[in-house]
């Protein structure tokens, strides 16, 4: 089975979180156990050295949230993807034999600030997308996509939630499906080119497939 993007296109910093996450969890962790030290130094007396302590702890937790918070989860998600992308049954529901051509580890997108993680299937009779075993229970129903004819494709620039445009991001590319069920949105880096890696393999597809009779 070909899958549409490859393992590098997972490590796309899309946002800049890598360069800016350090910093902002740095600093509002420092903030906050700041006001708590400071807090508790003035509680005691406020002598100049209870402050000049707390100040100090302050600075020092926040930098080190800002270093560890980060790598602890950039090595999480580089484990879920590397998992992903080598369908790894553990986290993978394998699809059914022989149904799928094709793959495509993404994000459904089900509401702005909701991103359910897994695989997207293409083959002769249409799409499917499998939520990985990490997605708590109630979020791990597969979506189908049927008939492949009546699926059309489309790239859309999506606003993104209030609280992720502190990243300098107002919009992201997300690939759209409509079919005769309803539609759907997913994200995944480097959007446009997987993109059009995904609508040349659906066209193809179609091209050899029967129309649809209901």
């Known amino acids: 089975m070909e899958t549409l993007a490859s ?51 302050a600075v020092a937790s926040g930098a080190g949230y800002g270093l560890l918070f980060p790598w602890f989860l950039g090595r999480a998600a580089r ?6 992308y080598a369908s790894d049954p553990r986290l993978v529901p394998p699809p059914e034999p022989d149904r799928y051509l094709y793959r ?14 897994g695989v997207l299937y ?14 708590p229970a109630r979020l791990r129903e597969s979506l ?3 008939p492949l004819q009546e699926i059309q494709l489309e790239l859309v620039h999506t606003p993104l ?9 107002r ?6 499906l409509r079919w005769g069920g309803g539609e759907a949105l997913f994200g995944v880096p480097d959007a446009t080119s997987v993109f059009t890696r995904l609508q040349d393999r659906v066209t193809a597809l179609k091209q050899h497939s029967p129309p649809h009779r209901a």
């Not at 495509?104 to 993680?117: D, E, F, H, I």
């Open 144 to 146: 189908v996509m049927e």
């Open 161 to 169: 939630p209030r609280w992720l445009r502190v990243w300098g991001r």
């Open 7 to 57: 393992r590098a296109v997972y490590d796309d910093d899309e946002l800049g979180m890598t360069k800016r996450l350090p910093v902002v969890s740095g600093v509002l962790f420092g903030v906050g156990m700041g006001v708590f030290l400071l807090y508790d130094a003035l509680a005691d007396g406020g002598s100049p050295a209870a402050i000049a302590g707390a100040l100090f702890w």
């Open 171 to 176: 919009t992201l590319p997300r690939i759209q």
């Open 79 to 84: 484990r879920v993807n590397d998992q992903l």
């Open 104 to 117: 495509l580890p993404c994000g459904w997108v089900r509401t702005p600030s909701q991103v359910v993680g």
């Open 122 to 135: 293409l083959g002769p009779g249409g799409l499917r997308f499998d939520p990985h075993l990490r997605t």
